[in-house]
């Protein structure tokens, strides 16, 4: 069965440091990938997704960027956090050639910018 | 563009009450539609979906019927527990996507009372 992991599951970082989030899924290959932020209170909003190695889509302008070195990794990264850069960040997956259409979500992670 | 709007919260039940989340939708041609529920400090998990229109996704108790003539996608449960507290957020895919990604509504807490 297919699994997705997200690390770490929290994280409290000063303002201007840098952030790696990295979310890994085993048990399937070619996977479309996706970070989504959920900011208190709010809805989710699609920060990046990716069709294959290498391939990185950005849905907002931002202070994060994206990567996804092998087939099953992606990583959302930042070279200086700010304060909005704080929510609970969700990974998510789905098959690019079967099943219907729904996207499989990791734990989260949880930052806090201070 | 695509989008989802649900009603705001929170929603607040009794137990053993009949729950009504109200989902409506924009999109262009044949989308997907789905519900996700949230538990408190958890990722998302699929509750249910409907792919065409007429559909209706199923799951734990709840309900929610795919209705093109309204572009809604509301769901339902005749009876709430405690445990069905949580965060519920209704979501969509384009049907020409080939990205796979979901737009999601604000989402809407649902508290049961006992």
């Known amino acids: 069965s297919q699994t997705i992991h997200q690390w770490p599951a929290t994280l409290v970082q000063p303002v201007g440091s840098p952030l790696s989030l990295e979310c890994t899924v085993e048990?399937?290959?070619?996977?479309?990938l996706y970070w989504y932020r959920q900011a208190a209170g709010r809805g989710l909003q699609l920060l990046f997704y990716?069709?294959?190695?290498?391939?990185i889509s950005s849905e907002v302008p931002q202070n994060l960027s994206a990567s996804r070195p092998q087939d099953r990794q992606f990583i959302l990264s930042s070279k200086k956090l700010l304060l909005s850069d704080s929510g609970f960040y969700l990974c998510?997956?789905?098959?690019?050639?079967?099943?219907?259409?729904?996207?499989?979500f990791g734990e989260g992670s949880r930052l806090t910018v201070l | 563009g695509n989008s989802v709007t649900q009603m705001e919260g929170p929603v607040t039940l009794s137990e053993e009450a009949f729950l009504t989340i109200n989902c409506t939708y924009t999109?262009?041609?044949?989308?997907?539609l789905f519900w996700y529920v949230q538990y408190p400090g958890e990722g998302l998990q699929l509750l249910l979906k409907?792919?065409?229109?007429?559909d209706k996704g199923s799951n734990k108790g709840f309900e929610a019927t795919y209705r093109k003539e309204t572009t809604s996608f509301h769901l339902e449960k005749g009876s709430v527990q405690v445990s069905d507290s949580a965060v519920y957020f209704c979501?969509?895919?384009?049907?020409?996507?080939?990205?796979?990604?979901?737009?999601f509504g604000q989402g809407t807490t649902l508290q049961v009372k006992p």
């Open positions: 048990g399937t290959s070619n996977p479309n």
């Open positions: 979501a969509l895919r384009g049907g020409s996507s080939n990205t796979g990604k979901l737009i």
């Open positions: 409907a792919t065409k229109a007429d």
């Open positions: 990716s069709v294959g190695i290498g391939q």
């Open positions: 998510a997956w789905r098959m690019r050639v079967l099943g219907t259409g729904e996207l499989f």
């Open positions: 999109a262009t041609g044949y989308p997907s």
